[in-house]
């Protein structure tokens, strides 16, 4: 667990360094930018060690693997994230654990956590996921939803009990305009946050970025990014 230890620590340090280096390059304090580290496909016990390194937003994408391990590590002082595809059958579990879902592409889906969020008696976080690789007011191929509809959708998470609209997310496209283009991706992204802001001002979160393309984000705007493999490594998944 040690040897563990070191190697989470230096990946993390090497992370935070980029970061730092990126808001720097960009302007930016790094204060702006927060880190989530995506830890799917890693066990319990290494968001533990993260969470002694000063880690203190995590996220999954796979509610089988997500709430076992949310459960287990229910005793930190951890805001965890919902970062992948939500199929409507597992909102109630989610809610259970996610502080933040930001995933939120359709209207069935913003009713159901609503529901959800209300039986508990919690408040989540919404980010809308826009995909810059579908049509105005279509579907991504990893979800998400077009430039188009997100007006609509910011309006009705706004509007619904128990949720909160935090600002918009994407991942970097790779087909479409914007595939191989990060940077101008992470810009549209802003673009479209500052319109959304007009109307729902306090929807200021911008999730972009993953371990590849971090540096892209931040120069771009971003207030948060993804980073998974650059701290955990590749390892084999679980089940």
Not at 214 to 234: D, F, K, N, P
């Amino acid at each position: 667990m040690t040897e563990r230890r070191d190697e989470l620590a230096a990946n993390l340090a090497v992370v935070e360094e980029r970061i730092a280096t990126a808001c720097s390059a960009a302007g930016r304090k790094r204060e702006e930018v927060t880190l989530i580290v995506v830890t799917k496909t890693y066990p319990a016990s290494d968001v533990r060690i993260l969470c002694e390194l000063g880690v203190r937003h995590v996220a999954e994408n796979r509610d089988q693997d997500a709430a076992p391990k949310a459960e287990a590590c229910a005793d930190l002082p951890l805001t965890w994230h919902f970062v992948g595809q939500l199929q409507t059958n597992k909102v109630r579990s989610v809610v259970g654990y996610a502080s933040v879902v930001q995933s939120v592409d359709r209207d069935r889906l913003v009713s159901g956590l609503s529901k959800e969020a209300v039986r508990a008696g919690r408040e989540v976080g919404c980010l809308i996921q826009v995909a810059l690789d579908a049509e105005e007011s279509g579907r991504g191929e990893r979800g998400g939803v077009g430039p188009g509809g997100i007006g609509e959708l910011a309006d009705l998470v706004a509007g619904a009990e128990g949720l909160r609209l935090d600002g918009l997310m994407t991942v970097a496209p790779l087909t479409g305009p914007y595939a191989g283009r990060e940077l101008a991706a992470f810009e549209r992204l802003m673009d479209l946050s500052t319109a959304m802001r007009r109307t729902h001002p306090a929807a200021n979160m911008v999730s972009a970025g993953m371990s590849a393309d971090l540096e892209q984000a931040v120069a771009a705007g971003a207030t948060h990014v993804r980073v998974g493999s650059a701290v955990l490594g590749v390892r084999p998944r679980l089940g």
